[in-house]
């Protein structure tokens, strides 16, 4: 099956709960029943950062793959990186069902999963065996456990666990459906983790960039003690951002429902944020947008605001796998139409 033949069957998906739906499409992709993407990457979509090569900058969103089920059939379809988690010390079931609503009318998605996952030791054997060169950038997304977590001791241990075998390491700490997690963003909380990070960094032989991916709902003042505390530390970049717990006007009939929102009602908060956070970081950051993009316009946004790489998952899930190759190619014609002659020399020309 081709990518655009496996698009457009993506509609009688949508009859089915969500959650089974996207259990079916997880089984699908991992055999391989999506296809392969035959499209070539313009030269001018070719990024460098975090000391990595990005075939393109169009990369999947943890929480699609959050057991690293699928990684190769994914990049297969023409991600430049696909990032694979939340992944969690030990195996959790999540919260009860239903928890994941589509909003179809606001092309969004709510869900409060809660880190449903395998577990560590599951996660680090398919990382592990992933055949080797990739044909595109891997990320792993580390969180904790809901009961009997210990930050400080729970975020390096998956640090050390995940560094032999990932291109870049992300820690959550901004997903609102495990209580208490997104405190962790506060100055002197995420200072402690990450110098607890940095010292098991201290003594590992290889250490792939580390990443933080913020919330879209911090108030101003809280961006620059979080960028602070980054640069200090070892952090190579910010991931913005993660899904919000506002409640814009919508038309869906689950549009109430309680969880993290993701989607089209996500893209101009989260875009918003993005520059500010590019304001504050003057380049010392490397910054990743994601939130609400379904289109090329919206990720060429997203770099103006100041992104050097950009993810999708809400527009992947309604669209299917026509689309990182409908973003690179339409991203490498906007690039062209204004001069640039690479991603980098457009990031950050609106902030």
Same mark, same amino acid.
């Given at each position: 099956?081709?990518?655009?033949?496996?698009?457009?069957?993506?509609?009688?998906?949508?009859?089915?709960?969500?959650?089974?739906?996207?259990?079916?499409?997880?089984?699908?992709?991992?055999?391989?029943?999506?296809?392969?993407?035959?499209?070539?990457?313009?030269?001018?979509?070719?990024?460098?950062?975090?000391?990595?090569?990005?075939?393109?900058?169009?990369?999947?969103?943890?929480?699609?793959?959050?057991?690293?089920?699928?990684?190769?059939?994914?990049?297969?379809?023409?991600?430049?990186?696909?990032?694979?988690?939340?992944?969690?010390?030990?195996?959790?079931?999540?919260?009860?069902?239903?928890?994941?609503?589509?909003?179809?009318?606001?092309?969004?998605?709510?869900?409060?999963?809660?880190?449903?996952?395998?577990?560590?030791?599951?996660?680090?054997?398919?990382?592990?065996?992933?055949?080797?060169?990739?044909?595109?950038?891997?990320?792993?997304?580390?969180?904790?456990?809901?009961?009997?977590?210990?930050?400080?001791?729970?975020?390096?241990?998956?640090?050390?666990?995940?560094?032999?075998?990932?291109?870049?390491?992300?820690?959550?700490?901004?997903?609102?459906?495990?209580?208490?997690?997104?405190?962790?963003?506060?100055?002197?909380?995420?200072?402690?983790?990450?110098?607890?990070?940095? $010292?098991?960094?201290?003594?590992?032989?290889?250490?792939?960039?580390?990443?933080?991916?913020?919330?879209?709902?911090?108030?101003?003042?809280?961006?620059?003690?979080?960028?602070? $505390?980054?640069?200090?530390?070892?952090?190579?970049?910010?991931?913005?951002?993660?899904?919000?717990?506002?409640?814009?006007?919508?038309?869906?009939?689950?549009?109430?429902?309680?969880?993290?929102?993701?989607?089209?009602?996500?893209?101009?908060?989260?875009?918003?944020?993005?520059?500010?956070?590019?304001?504050?970081?003057?380049?010392?950051?490397?910054?990743?947008?994601?939130?609400?993009? $379904?289109?090329?316009?919206?990720?060429?946004?997203?770099?103006?605001?100041?992104?050097?790489?950009?993810?999708?998952?809400?527009?992947?899930?309604?669209?299917?796998?026509?689309?990182?190759?409908?973003?690179?190619?339409?991203?490498?014609?906007?690039?062209?139409?204004?001069?640039?002659?690479?991603?980098?020399?457009?990031?950050?020309?609106?902030?």
């Amino acid at each position: 099956m081709i990518p655009f033949l496996a698009s457009a069957l993506m509609p009688l998906m949508r009859g089915l709960d969500a959650e089974t739906a996207h259990g079916i499409a997880l089984k699908a992709l991992a055999a391989g029943l999506a296809g392969r993407d035959s499209g070539r990457d313009d030269p001018v979509l070719e990024t460098h950062v975090l000391g990595l090569r990005f075939r393109n900058p169009i990369g999947l969103a943890a929480g699609f793959d959050k057991d690293a089920v699928a990684v190769p059939a994914l990049m297969r379809l023409g991600f430049g990186f696909v990032e694979a988690g939340t992944v969690t010390p030990r195996p959790q079931p999540g919260n009860p069902r239903p928890r994941l609503f589509r909003l179809n009318e606001d092309a969004a998605v709510i869900n409060r999963m809660g880190f449903n996952n395998g577990g560590l030791d599951g996660y680090v054997a398919r990382i592990a065996a992933l055949p080797r060169p990739l044909p595109a950038v891997f990320g792993a997304n580390i969180g904790i456990n809901k009961e009997g977590a210990d930050p400080e001791r729970d975020y390096p241990a998956l640090y050390a666990s995940v560094a032999p075998h990932a291109d870049y390491v992300t820690v959550n700490v901004s997903s609102p459906n495990t209580p208490g997690l997104r405190d962790l963003q506060g100055e002197e909380r995420l200072a402690s983790i990450l110098d607890a990070i940095a $010292a098991i960094r201290a003594t590992l032989p290889r250490t792939p960039p580390l990443l933080v991916k913020i919330a879209p709902d911090l108030a101003d003042d809280a961006l620059g003690p979080i960028v602070q $505390a980054c640069l200090t530390r070892g952090v190579a970049g910010l991931i913005v951002s993660n899904t919000t717990i506002a409640r814009p006007a919508m038309r869906s009939a689950h549009a109430k429902e309680a969880g993290g929102l993701s989607g089209t009602p996500l893209f101009e908060p989260s875009t918003e944020v993005l520059r500010k956070v590019h304001r504050i970081a003057r380049g010392r950051l490397v910054l990743v947008g994601v939130g609400g993009i $379904a289109t090329a316009e919206q990720a060429y946004t997203k770099i103006r605001a100041g992104a050097s790489l950009v993810q999708v998952y809400t527009g992947f899930a309604y669209a299917g796998p026509v689309l990182p190759r409908r973003l690179a190619d339409g991203l490498a014609a906007l690039l062209k139409r204004d001069g640039f002659t690479s991603v980098a020399d457009a990031v950050g020309r609106d902030s």
